[in-house]
């Protein structure tokens, strides 16, 4: 399994990015896939999910009306489209897939600031 996140970067509060994950080792299209991320201090915390098939998605209160998730399966790849962008989403961005919820990529680093 490998998970290569990318997109991440400096944004000021209000802000947008999309976070990109490609993966390899597996087949995607099969498995559900994750973003989570972690501050500095706190917890992983799950942040958006979506289903291996009809991409049914699910989001953490903190990032709903806000953040999309979405897949392309052609290409193995899921996204995050990060809108509106707050301080308090200043963290390192994970996607995990359900293939294998044990592994975790680098991941990639979001900082939202003025």
């Known amino acids: 399994v490998q998970l290569v996140e990318s997109g991440g970067g400096l944004v000021q509060p209000g802000g947008s990015l999309r976070l990109s994950c490609v993966a390899s080792?597996?087949?995607?299209?099969?498995?559900?896939m994750r973003w989570y991320r972690q501050a500095p201090g706190k917890e992983r915390e799950l942040v958006a999910s979506?289903?291996?098939?009809?991409?049914?998605?699910r989001y953490a209160e903190s990032v709903k009306g806000r953040f999309t998730i979405s897949r392309d399966n052609a290409k193995n790849t899921v996204y995050l489209q990060m809108n509106s962008l707050k301080f308090e989403d200043t963290a390192r961005y994970y996607c995990?897939?359900?293939?294998?919820?044990?592994?975790w990529g680098q991941g990639i680093q979001v900082i939202v600031s003025a």
């Open positions: 080792g597996f087949t995607f299209s099969s498995y559900a």
């Open positions: 995990n897939a359900n293939y294998d919820p044990t592994y």
């Open positions: 979506i289903t291996r098939s009809f991409d049914i998605t």
